[in-house]
């Protein structure tokens, strides 16, 4: 079973519905993980996707923040949602396709402005959060499971626009390096987006400051998909749609793409 699956934050899937719909017809994902969504499962525009193919939806959505939610037009069921760190916040969903594969959908705290734990509440439950995926993770080793989301971790010096200068910038701080590399180890996770592009800059995130995002370019890749040991040869032709960037009133995030044949 070949199919291509996409992680997508979104930035309120109701505000933006028109712009998931685009993306359903012009790309065709299988499967659409999306973050962000700023919205209750009820009240997200779920009948608009079903009528063009993509009726299979678990979600876990929240009024105003956070919020993710499973597309796919492969039968899938829900199979868990966690509330790592405690923070009560809809940040996790996993769906397992009906070729056995689960797919954990993520959406972990961006961390606020300051990289101190100590004055900055918001980086102290990111590192928490990170730190409990870690330890599931390594109590629940995964097999045929793909990690995808914004994990709003930028890991490599060439995931961003500039290594020096972003080392003290929340994302890019070698502590939130340090966790993430921690949890991907815990789990045996390979970066199959970098496993595909291994070499040059790649960014999935321009912020909105930007008047110029494209011409200045200072963007972070902060959204990821990973694959379990087992599995992770079985993906190829990963990809960043940069162009939906650049559509009318766009997410700060582009869609990353990976294909697998399981």
Request: charged share 25%.
């Amino acid at each position: 079973m070949t199919f291509t699956l996409a992680t997508w934050n979104i930035n309120s899937v109701r505000l933006r519905a028109e712009l998931v719909l685009k993306l359903l017809a012009e790309e065709g994902p299988d499967v659409l993980c999306l973050q962000e969504c700023k919205s209750p499962v009820d009240k997200m525009p779920l009948e608009a996707f079903a009528a063009v193919g993509y009726g299979h939806v678990v979600a876990r959505g929240q009024k105003g923040y956070n919020g993710v939610a499973i597309l796919s037009k492969i039968p899938m069921q829900e199979v868990g949602s966690h509330d790592f760190a405690a923070l009560g916040h809809a940040r996790h969903i996993a769906g397992q396709l009906e070729n056995g594969v689960t797919v954990h959908n993520f959406y972990v705290p961006a961390g606020g402005d300051v990289a101190d734990r100590a004055v900055n509440e918001k980086f102290g439950q990111k590192l928490d959060y990170l730190m409990e995926m870690r330890d599931w993770f390594r109590e629940n080793r995964p097999e045929k499971s793909i990690l995808v989301g914004d994990l709003n971790i930028a890991p490599r010096e060439d995931d961003v626009w500039d290594h020096k200068k972003l080392l003290k910038v929340v994302s890019h701080t070698p502590i939130e390096v340090e966790h993430l590399a921690e949890t991907q180890d815990a789990g045996g996770w390979q970066d199959v987006t970098r496993k595909d592009i291994p070499d040059g800059r790649l960014y999935s995130w321009w912020s909105y400051r930007a008047k110029d995002w494209d011409g200045a370019d200072k963007g972070r890749r902060l959204d990821h998909v990973w694959a379990s040991g087992d599995i992770a040869s079985a993906a190829h032709s990963s990809r960043i749609l940069r162009d939906a960037r650049g559509w009318e009133k766009p997410s700060d995030h582009a869609p990353v793409f990976a294909t697998f044949d399981l």
